[in-house]
């Protein structure tokens, strides 16, 4: 069974990237996060980091609709 939580670390591993861009990325409020313990340490939700990819897939598909590719770079 997965954990419910996730450390920083693992969400880091999950999308490889940094432990500092996931904790960006939970400070400016773009991936939902709670702090716990009297550390006031991170955790993500492992349902709120699979919602944030899906989020993310739809943010992607609709930039490439408003972006298609040019000639050029789709013979690239």
Not at 30 to 52: C, D, F, N, S, T
């Amino acid at each position: 069974m997965e954990p419910r939580f996730l450390l920083l670390s693992d969400v880091a591993a999950e999308l490889n990237v940094t432990d500092s861009q996931v904790y960006h990325m939970v400070r400016s409020g773009e991936l939902p996060a709670i702090k716990i313990g009297g550390r006031g340490q991170w955790r993500v939700e492992r349902v709120r980091l699979e919602e944030y990819i899906q989020r993310k897939y739809a943010e992607t598909a609709e930039w490439v609709r408003a972006n298609p590719l040019s000639e050029r770079e789709a013979t690239e």
